[in-house]
């Protein structure tokens, strides 16, 4: 029989009701969104849609693929264009995730599609319309992509579920598939819905024999061959081509990841620290209530006969994701870590909402005229909190006015020499950099040299191929590991070489560097003091038109982060070529955006200690923190 009670259909008000679950958090991104590549790995992304290109590992072909198609279409800036692809597909999850949540409340008892459909519709807002999921729907990234993945497929399982006995598991083969799908954009995160799904196989098999699991494995199969989308761009070398998977070595290192491996799990962060820090980012997201709502509904689900297989589902979908991320490590301020939560954050939403429903469903809400106001009422307050939450979310993460990656640009990329070399360190500046050029072609003579992904395999060779100048310097760097000031030289006696300053950058490598504007310039006869001092207005003036440009802009995280590092760096600089005067004036810039921080405020303490002349030893800075 199911676990769902007969109710009086309700098409049209289901179908608005759908619709309103999908559309505003649609409209809502879709305002929000910003024209401007974000920081972090979004330019990467953008470039890979654009030219069809192979991002970090996993290589995330799926989402390279999708996004493709809509830069084709005339609505706005490349960046907007993939960020709108975002957008669309958690609109897509948001409208799953009311189908399961509803499908979760009626199997409490609530018999009244007036009450199942407006309580799942807030429960879907309380999850797409908090903090960390609106921001991964506005910004060029892959983790939208899975949310939308993972809530059909939970929608599947649950609908398959709740129905249980019966004839019809086709609903398992689509859930089959959407993980199938899922492993082809971010495979870490589709591993952890094989645990939701593992009770429903093991149902299916003793009811429907090997056949239906064959038919489910091949569902997935079909979603994995989207990998073989791999080899078949990197013949073609497109930019981005990390890993450059062209036989089956480099596709099993691109596809395994092994770049990321040694630091997953081995953070130095206490696992302690990193379970409070994702249960931090789960109240700041969602609210302590829901939080306490979703536990107690738990409880429910599991106490529930027969409803204890949907408590299975929205529990180890809370559970796995939870202790994956806190296991990853790296969650404090770090906005790719709400990404991996967007499955829990629906889990939440789906808990508290059981919860509310059982507890209507016993109050007999749905039997007399009097009780049903009072669910009306319980409904309305939900309303309100949900408007509540999302009024205070566009405010916190909107990105309609963000610009400071492009305003960035012009000191980093558009103001530099023509056939310039530039060897830059980030890995957000070398994605903005990919992306930039993927989209408007303004640079196209800058040779760039992406120095973290040096050791990738291919990079080199490509490198090399596009420009035969850089060969000498990338063949030292393969051998030694750090760039030689010989090499640096040699080729800045030729062209213009900038370098990004890096904390991995060697002292004798470092002494070949003035300021230049927004960058530091490689000088083939050496740096004097003079160079340096002349160097250091000129970067000063770039900065002072930069924050100018900025404005208000400087108090959003992640550029508030950039400009950190930026005068962190600067102040490492001046204080090991001996200039104390922008050692200061970098250390007060740092301090102003984060005055309590450990490492500025000892580098400032040697800076003022009048004891020590000349140049400051600031080798520990260095070994500390590493990027």
């Known amino acids: 029989m199911g676990l769902l009670p007969k109710a009086k259909d309700l098409p049209t008000v289901r179908f608005i009701a759908q ?4 559309g505003v958090p649609l409209a809502s991104y879709f305002a929000t969104a910003s024209a401007y590549d974000y920081w972090l790995d979004s330019g990467e992304f953008v470039a890979a849609a654009r030219n069809l290109g192979i991002a970090h ?86 983790y939208a992509l899975h949310a939308c993945l993972a809530f059909v497929a939970i929608e599947r399982i649950v609908h398959l579920e709740a129905e249980w006995p019966t004839n019809d598991v086709r609903p398992l083969y689509t859930a089959c598939l959407c993980i199938g799908l899922a ?88 696992m302690g620290e990193r379970f409070l820090d994702v249960l931090v980012h789960m109240v700041d997201t969602m609210h302590v209530v829901p939080l306490l709502l979703a536990v107690v509904g738990l409880y429910v689900l599991v106490r529930l006969p027969g409803a204890r297989r949907l408590g299975w589902v929205w529990g180890s979908v809370l559970l796995f994701t939870f202790v994956a991320r806190a296991w990853l490590g790296f969650v404090r301020s770090n906005p790719d870590a709400l990404g991996y939560l967007m499955p829990a954050f629906g889990a939440v939403a789906a ?73 830059a360190h980030a890995p957000g500046t070398i994605f903005r950099h990919w992306g930039s050029e993927a989209s408007d072609r303004v640079r196209p003579d800058l040779t760039l040299i992406p120095v973290p992904f040096l050791t990738y395999p291919g990079m080199v060779d490509e490198l090399i191929t596009r420009d035969p100048d850089v060969a000498p310097l990338l063949r030292g760097y ?51 003091e003079t160079d340096e001092h002349v160097g250091r207005a000129s970067r000063q003036r770039t900065l002072q038109r930069l924050y100018t440009r900025l404005g208000r802009g400087v108090a959003e995280p992640e550029t508030r982060s950039v400009l950190l590092w930026t005068h962190y760096t600067d102040a490492l600089y001046y204080a090991s070529v001996g200039d104390r005067i922008g050692a200061t004036a970098s250390l007060d810039r740092a301090l102003a955006l984060d005055p309590i921080d450990r490492s500025l405020l ?26």
Request: aromatic share 8%; with cysteine.
């Open 57 to 142: 590992p996993p290589g995330h072909p799926l989402s390279a693929l999708v996004a493709h198609i809509l830069t084709f279409f005339p609505i706005g800036p490349m960046a907007f264009r993939v960020a709108c692809v975002s957008a669309i597909f958690a609109a897509v999850g948001a409208a799953a995730l009311f189908r399961a949540i509803e499908t979760t409340v009626r199997a409490m008892g609530i018999t009244s599609g007036w009450i199942s459909l407006p309580l799942a519709l807030c429960a879907s807002w309380l999850c797409t319309c908090s903090p960390g999921f609106w921001l991964q729907a506005i910004r060029p990234e892959v």
């Open 478 to 528: 393969l051998l030694d590991g750090q760039l030689r000031a010989g090499e640096l030289q040699s080729l800045a006696s030729d062209r213009p070489v900038f370098v990004e300053l890096d904390l991995r950058l060697s002292a004798e490598a470092m002494g070949t560097l003035v300021p230049a504007g927004g960058m530091y310039e490689v000088l083939a006869d050496g740096s004097s």
């Open 19 to 22: 619709g309103l679950a999908c």
């Open 351 to 423: 808990l508290a909402a059981a919860f509310v429903a059982k507890l209507l469903s016993l109050l007999g809400t749905t039997e007399t005229r009097g009780a049903s106001k009072s669910a009306v009422l319980v409904v309305l307050a939900l309303c309100i909190f949900c408007a509540m939450e999302a009024q205070r979310t566009s405010r916190q993460v909107s990105l309609a006015r963000f610009s400071a990656t492009d305003d960035f640009d012009d000191a980093r990329r558009r103001e530099l020499p023509y056939g310039a070399v530039v060897l």
């Open 602 to 627: 000892a580098l400032q303490s040697m800076v003022n200690d009048e004891t020590h002349r000349g140049r400051i030893d600031v080798t520990r800075f260095l070994e500390t923190h590493p990027r």
């Open 183 to 270: 492993l082809a954009n971010h495979h870490f995160l589709a591993f952890l819905l094989l645990p939701v799904l593992a009770p429903t196989l093991a149902r299916v098999h003793r009811v429907r024999g090997a056949r239906a699991l064959l038919l489910a494995s091949a569902s997935t199969l079909v979603g994995l061959a989207t990998y073989l989308y791999l080899p078949l761009r990197a013949a073609r070398a497109p930019i981005p081509n990390l890993g450059a998977p062209t036989d089956l070595s480099r596709i099993f290192w691109v596809v395994s990841a092994q770049a990321f491996q040694k630091s997953s799990g081995s953070t130095p962060q206490p």
